[in-house]
Every structure is written in C-alpha cells, then in structure tokens.
C-alpha cells in the first residue's frame, strides 16, 4: 500500500542555516505530493504541493521538488528562521477513489537564535 | 470567512464517558476527515466522510463513533470502549476527487482524568 517515510526528528538549526527534512514515499502511479506544517497547538496547513514529476512546490521560502526516480519529495530553505519552529509532516494523498491522505510521521524543527 | 473549526479546544473527561467533539465546516466541501494525532506517530485516521449519511472506518476505528446528518457537521464520539483516548484530535473537510488539499481544524486536546 502507499506509505510515506520521513526522516526522524528532531532538528535543531541556528538561525540562518540550511534546511533539509528527507521524505521518501511508495505509491500506485503518480500522485500528488503535499508538506504541511504544524505550529505548536495548532493544526495542519498546507505549506506546499507538487502534482506532477519533476515539478516544484514553493511557499514562504521553502522548496521541494517531486523525484519520480528517487521517489523523493525533500524538503528545503536556505535559511530558517526562528519562526519556523515547528513539525513538519510530507503526505501522499491516496491512489484510491477518495481523498485519504497517508502522512509521515512528522519532523520536528527548532530553531534558535 | 471560510474554515472548519473544532470545539472545545481543550476537553476532559473521566473514565467510562462518552465526549462528542464537534466539528463544522462552511468550505462547501463533501468529504470531511477525524485524525488522531499522538506524539512520534504521526497522525493516523480515525474516519472519513465522502457524503452526507455515509461514513466508513478509517484504520483505528474501534471505539469511536461519527455521524453526517448535514454536509457542514462531521462529529466524533470518543466512547467508553475506546482504551487509551487521551490524544489530540484533528478534524479535515476537502472536496472530492483525488489530489486535493485538506483543510485542517485547530484540533482538540482530549485529556482523560
């Protein structure tokens, strides 16, 4: 069945540094790929999407571009900011009929000054 | 302004109670979603809706309950059965139709006491 896998968190960056989250998934065909983010005691958004191989998502500074050949959906921004605490979740909508989304298991960011 | 919203926020309960967690949506969306969220584990689906007055099991269905009488309300019961129900509960909505966004709920705490 489809699943996702994410790197384990969490991630402790300063200020300014590189960011990568790794997320690699295993699906029917070619879906869609979606990041959303979790900031403390809230729920999801939709941080940003890719629908097609080779495509690339983009919001708020962060970027991921889908690989069909790696079958990877990797995470990135130049530079982090303290305000982008929080866990991350990469998601594969399903390959059924209906919209079930499987997610990983979420990485925790933090970042301090 | 357009969302889904889940109430209360926060909400205890003593052993051997039924609690329903409400959730309500005005995105005119027809499939509605419940998450349990844990820590490490991601989030992991409780049920899911496609249409008003049908609802199917999610993967960790056992001792929960849902109804959708109407397309905007989607709740969730936590019965008595259910073992281990102190967790964090994210409510979804989406439209129909295979790569789509989910919208998200600010989820409520559930605590048992």
């Known amino acids: 069945g489809d699943s996702v896998t994410q790197m384990e968190g969490p991630v402790t960056l300063s200020e300014e540094a590189f960011l990568t989250i790794n997320c690699t998934y295993t699906?029917?065909?070619?879906?869609?790929l979606f990041w959303y983010v979790q900031y403390p005691g809230e729920g999801l958004q939709l941080l940003l999407k890719?629908?097609?191989?080779?495509d690339k998502g983009s919001n708020k500074g962060f970027e991921a571009t889908y690989r069909k050949e790696t079958t990877s959906f990797h995470l990135e921004k130049g530079s982090v900011q303290v305000s982008d605490s929080a866990v991350y979740f990469c998601?594969?909508?399903?390959?059924?009929?209906?919209?079930?989304?499987?997610f990983g298991t979420g990485t925790k960011l933090q970042v301090i000054p | 302004d357009g969302g889904i919203t889940q109430s209360p926020k926060y909400l205890f309960r003593k052993e051997g109670q039924n609690v329903t967690l409400s959730c309500e949506q005005n995105?005119?969306?027809?499939?509605m979603y419940w998450y349990r969220q844990d820590p490490g584990q991601g989030l992991r689906l409780i049920y899911y809706?496609?249409?008003?007055?049908?609802?199917q099991k999610g993967d960790i269905a056992e001792g929960y309950s849902v109804s959708r009488e109407k397309k905007e309300s989607f709740p969730l019961t936590v019965t008595s059965a259910q073992k281990n129900p102190t967790a964090f509960y994210l409510c979804?909505?989406?439209?129909?139709?295979?790569?789509?966004?989910?919208?998200f709920g600010q989820g409520t705490r559930l605590t048992v006491v």
């Open positions: 979804a909505s989406s439209f129909s139709g295979q790569n789509t966004e989910a919208f």
């Open positions: 699906a029917t065909g070619y879906p869609s």
């Open positions: 995105l005119n969306h027809d499939a």
């Open positions: 890719a629908t097609k191989a080779d």
């Open positions: 998601a594969l909508p399903s390959s059924g009929g209906y919209q079930k989304v499987t």
């Open positions: 809706s496609q249409i008003v007055n049908d609802f």
